[in-house]
């Protein structure tokens, strides 16, 4: 029977292509921008330290590299940490680290 593309039994070439790796995708060493989103109750602060905390788990990074953003009634907070990165592990590091922030809502 046929399938139409684009449906669940259709297993065409783009399932089958890999993706590219963080290693494929950056030239190291360079300075990469992580942005961590969560509550931004008390200026964001408390997000901010775990963030922070998080980050430095892998690569130490002074506060100043740490930029705050709050939404305009200051409900979430966008936390953008600027790392000097000198390879793909310590990127992937992390991202990991990030994710088990408490209160992360969104990671770019």
Known sequence: MPVALGT?????????????????????PCDHV????????GRGAPFAAKVHQAVCEVVVVP???????ESRQ????????????????QVAGIYSA?????GLLFLL
């Open 8 to 28: 669940p039994g259709d297993r065409g070439d783009a399932m089958e292509e890999k993706r590219p790796t963080i290693a494929e995708l950056m030239d190291f």
């Open 34 to 41: 992580f942005k961590a989103f969560g509550p931004g109750t």
């Open 98 to 102: 990030l994710k088990k922030v408490e």
């Open 63 to 69: 506060d100043d590299a740490l930029k705050l953003r």
């Open 74 to 89: 200051s409900g979430y907070v966008c936390v953008s940490v600027l790392v000097h990165v000198v390879n793909a592990d």
